[in-house]
Structure formats: structure tokens, C-alpha cells
């Protein structure tokens, strides 16, 4: 009887963490933006860029130490105006801050996508 008594607590204790985890979990990753562009304009100042979505939203984007630049070379000096990119961003409270940021399309720069597509348009829930 101790023992299932001991079983039943250390089964909702092991419960209970995976909730507690989850719930830490969840925000972290919905917090996540993917978004289409063209770069407009870049500002050495402040480490940000301006981009242009699929639907014609501007937005400003801030890099940090942190951000990785895949498929540009120079990182944050290879940005220019015109270069297609997609940026995954988070949410801070000085606005959106590039976790990755890698041209559209391969590396090629051409708009299609990886998938053999001809837009690079991307369907994803968390697609802007």
C-alpha cells in the first residue's frame, strides 16, 4: 500500500514537471516569426534593416551578436537594398530581433524556393 501510495505521487510529480515544462515551452516557440522580404534599407547605426513583405508590409528588423547569417556573405554588411531574404524573428520590447537571416530561394537569389517551387511563397502558419 506504501508503495503505490509513493508510485501515485512520484507519477503526478513527474506529470506536473512535463505540464510546468510545456507551458515555458510553448510561448518560447510561438513567439517565433518567419517572415518573406526584400530589403529596403539598412542602418549601420542602430544594426537594423528594413524590409518589405509579401503583402507589402515595412517592417524593421534589429541583429544582434547572436543573429546568423546563412547564405549572405558578410553577414550584416552583405545585406543591400533589393536582396530577397527570409528572417526568423522574435518579439523583444524594442521590436522584432533577427534570430536568422538567409536569402530566398538556395542562395541564388532567382525568387524560387527550396522545394523546386517557382514563388518561394511559403504557406506556414507563421509566415508573414
Same mark, same amino acid.
Given at each position: ?103 530566398? =530561394? !538556395? #542562395? +541564388? *537569389? &532567382? $525568387? ?5 517551387? =517557382? !514563388? #518561394? +511563397? *511559403? &504557406? $506556414?502558419?507563421?509566415?508573414?
Amino acid at each position: 500500500m506504501v508503495i503505490r501510495r509513493t508510485l501515485t505521487r512520484l507519477a503526478t510529480a513527474v506529470i506536473a514537471a512535463a505540464l510546468v515544462l510545456g507551458a515555458f515551452a510553448l510561448p518560447a516557440q510561438a513567439a517565433l516569426r518567419h517572415i518573406d522580404g526584400t530589403v529596403l534599407s539598412k542602418n549601420d547605426a542602430d544594426r537594423s534593416f528594413r524590409i518589405s513583405t509579401q503583402n507589402g508590409n515595412r517592417v524593421r528588423i534589429k541583429v544582434n551578436a547572436l543573429t546568423r547569417f546563412e547564405r549572405i556573405p558578410g553577414g550584416f554588411g552583405g545585406l543591400h537594398q533589393g536582396l530577397r531574404v527570409e528572417v526568423d524573428a522574435k518579439r523583444t520590447a524594442s521590436g522584432l530581433v533577427a534570430v536568422q537571416v538567409e536569402t530566398r =530561394g !538556395g #542562395g +541564388d *537569389d &532567382d $525568387g524560387a524556393d527550396d522545394n523546386g517551387g =517557382g !514563388g #518561394g +511563397d *511559403d &504557406d $506556414g502558419p507563421n509566415h508573414t
